[in-house]
């Protein structure tokens, strides 16, 4: 059987001399596994199509219920503008793993491939990269059935105005009747309101919102830390972002100024 896809790859390993294994998204059949045969050979059409982050067009071959098999394609995107941006490649590195972990093998799911599609583009395009990632990560959090819910008591039920506490198992912020009762970690009003604006607004549709340093990183190491605490997964692509910023690298959080939340 043979299939023809348009999709993006989310990450490869070398197999064999001159073989590739590659992992695609699809609108069509969702997360697959496919080989490039040949494709680590410099003269090869498949060897710029089958690098990460790359859309593409795939003939796929299937032969009983082996791995597909790439037979020819065609170079769509390549996201120059992050592969050329060591912050941006991070980032986007780090959303592909989040979408190989929380999107199903073999299911299709047009809207998931088409929400990254619009990611990358938006990331290539130079919106800010920091919170378009707090954006995946809380889309990603709904994938997984863990969507928080940032107006309700985790503890309770009861609705909440000033958060100062957040509940990773309830996902949740807590309410002051139930600090004592369960345990959280901290978080301030304007950490929750920011989470509440990015739940609801479309990717494409995502404007400058200026956020300041401190509600960046509260905002990094909380949806980190729920993320891995739901899968029980330590997510290399955080840790690579966080050694980036622990050597001091230029990036998204130095230079933020002016009015912020």
């Known amino acids: 059987m043979n299939v023809q896809v348009e999709g993006i790859v989310l990450r490869g390993v070398d197999y064999g001399e001159t073989h590739r294994i590659v992992t695609l998204l699809t609108p069509e059949i969702g997360k697959v596994g ?34 597909a098999i790439i037979r020819q394609g065609q170079w769509l995107e390549g996201y120059r503008a992050i592969q050329e941006d060591l912050w941006k490649h991070a980032y986007a590195g780090y959303a592909a793993e989040l979408v190989d972990r929380f999107v199903e093998e073999a299911t299709p799911n047009p809207g998931v491939y088409e929400f990254f599609r619009q990611w990358l583009e938006a990331l290539a395009a130079g919106k800010d990269a920091e919170i378009l990632t707090r954006l995946f990560e809380l889309h990603v959090c709904e994938w997984a059935g863990v969507r928080p819910l940032l107006d309700r ?57 200026r956020v300041g340093p401190d509600t960046r990183r509260e905002l990094a190491d909380l949806l980190g830390a729920y993320l891995e605490h739901h899968t029980g997964a330590r997510l290399r692509g955080r840790e690579y972002i966080r050694r980036l910023r622990e050597y001091a690298w230029p990036g998204p959080l130095d230079g933020a100024g002016g009015d912020l939340v």
């Open 34 to 67: 496919a080989m490039a045969r040949g494709a680590k050979r410099p003269q090869s059409r498949l060897r710029a199509l089958v690098q990460p982050l790359v859309r593409g067009t795939f003939s796929l071959a299937y032969r009983g219920q082996g791995m």
């Open 153 to 209: 008591c985790a503890g309770c039920g009861a609705a909440v105005g000033y958060a100062r506490m957040f509940d990773l198992s309830g996902g949740g912020p807590l309410c002051d009747r139930c600090l004592d009762l369960r345990r959280g970690i901290p978080i301030r009003p304007q950490t929750c309101a920011v989470m509440r604006a990015l739940q609801l607004v479309p990717v494409n549709r995502l404007g400058d919102i």
